[in-house]
Each structure stands twice: as C-alpha cells, then as structure tokens.
C-alpha cells in the first residue's frame, strides 16, 4: 500500500456540518472577498518577501498567514510555546482542513510537505509553488525516497519543514495513523520533531466539542468549504504546541511516528498553561 494515500472514512456530509451561529450571506461574501485577497497579496508579494532577511521575512510571513486566517472570519488561538521550532526543525500536525497551512504558518513558517495537485489550485496553489513547498508525487511509489531524500536535505540546510504524517484530512473528531516515511527524514537528518495539534471549535471555544465547519474532508469542492467557513460565525482555530522530539532518540522511524501521534492525540499532553488568544 502507498504511504502517501492513506483513505479517512470523513465525509463532507457526515462530518462538515456547522450547529452554531452563522453570517448572514453579505458578511460572509466580504469575509470570503477579504480572504482571497489577502491570498493573493501573497502571492504578488512573496518574490519581494523572498529578498528579505530570515528575521524580517519570517516575521511577515507570521503576520500574514494570521491574516489570512482571520481575514476568512476565524479567530487564533495559540496554547504553547511560540518560540519552539527552530529552524531546521521538522513541524507534524494532525490534518483537517485547507486553514491548517496558514494557520501553521502563523507560528511556525516554513516549507510545507504538501500533495502536488495542491499545484493546481487557484492563488494558493502559485503561493506553494514560490513559498518553496516540497511536492509529493502520491501515485508514484518509487518517489518515496527521493522525497525523503528531499525533506532531510531542507532540514539539514536549516529549513523548518513542516508536514502533516496522516496523508489526508480528517474532520477532527478522530484522526488516522501518522505515517512514518517523514520521520525518515528527521532521523536522516537528525532533527528535532515539533508537534503541534489542531483543533477547530465554534464559540464558546472552551467549552465546546470540535467544530465541522472547517473540515475540508473527501470530495469537498473547496469553494463549498471556503463558504462554509465563512459563514460560521464564531470559529476558532487553536493550535497546541507540544513537546520537542528529539529524533534520535528513538530506535527508527516506526516508533518517532507513533511518539509524535500520541503526543498529538493525547489531550492530556495537550494543556499548557501558557495560552494566547487573538
């Protein structure tokens, strides 16, 4: 079986549904308007951004992945350390939806590990292209290890990389199993492991369950989803980031995957009490 095509059982009809408030048509159009416009000022404005130094660059680029976020209506909350993530660390996420990859970015820019026909999509797919995304060819088993090869040269370069191990998004209420072929590349690379977990929930965000508005699961057109989430009003997106693994101190790249997946799944690993709130 191909690592990089893992199937999720989620569905856009099962799993994608909003119960809480939501926009009324005209305010949901400004904020979809609002977010693919900052999209593609991103994408005029990398090539320029790429001149810059590390400081700076990866200052605008936090600043405008956050903006992206909020710009589509969804509020930022970071529970964690910020400043872990190092670079030439690799970041691995659990995947729900098109928002995890700014929203990541907003804390931890970097090159993304990221599906190719991602090189399609409309504005976001040109970003990837400039913003130095590692592409995964996933019907073609023999590039594993090119790839691999790939990720553990950015990583000793001292580029932060960042992937997400299940291969496919789930909505957020279970999650698949963390593949193991880029921890390869940590081991191959002797890097550090940031894992980070992301939740999405509708206000109030402490006390509710996790919300479906943002998953973008099975055959979701993603304009369906980028309406769905604009019209939720009240949508939080919260990423926890957990404790550095070491990636030699684990005997292979089986067991640094099953590490970094129960550090993710386990919510007991996930509280912090240094929390931020935008």
Not at 99 to 124: C, H, Q, T, Y
Not at 186 to 208: F, G, K, L, S, W
Request: with cysteine; charged share 20%.
């Amino acid at each position: 079986m191909n690592p990089w095509l893992p199937a999720s059982p989620c569905t856009p009809l099962a799993c994608a549904g909003h119960d809480g408030r939501t926009r009324g048509r005209a305010a949901a159009v400004v904020r979809l308007l609002a977010g693919c416009a900052f999209i593609l000022a991103g994408v005029l404005g990398a090539p320029f951004v790429l001149l810059l130094g590390a400081v700076r660059r990866e200052w605008l680029i936090r600043l405008w992945a956050y903006g992206v976020v909020r710009a589509f209506g969804v509020r930022v909350r970071v529970i964690g350390r910020r400043g872990a993530g190092a670079p030439g660390t690799l970041v691995v996420a659990n995947h729900i939806s098109w928002l995890d990859i700014p929203l990541v970015a907003a804390v931890f820019p970097g090159r993304m590990l990221a599906k190719s026909e991602i090189r399609n999509w409309p504005l976001l797919g040109r970003l990837a292209v400039v913003g130095g995304t590692l592409f995964v060819e996933r019907e073609r088993f023999r590039a594993l290890p090119t790839t691999v090869r790939d990720i553990a040269a950015a990583l000793r370069g001292g580029s932060r990389v960042v992937a997400f191990p299940e291969g496919t998004t789930w909505c957020g209420r279970g999650g698949g199993r963390f593949g193991p072929a880029v921890f390869q590349a940590a081991i191959d690379a002797n890097a550090t492991v940031q894992p980070v977990r992301i939740t999405y929930r509708a206000a109030p965000a402490e006390h509710t369950a996790p919300a479906g508005a943002a998953a973008f699961v099975g055959d979701d057109p993603l304009i369906a989803s980028l309406w769905r989430v604009v019209t939720a009003a009240g949508l939080t997106a919260e990423i926890r980031v957990l404790p550095q693994i070491p990636a030699g101190d684990c005997p292979d790249r089986r067991a640094l995957a099953r590490l970094a997946q129960t550090a993710v799944a386990n919510d007991s690993a996930n509280r912090s009490p240094e929390s931020v709130h935008h």
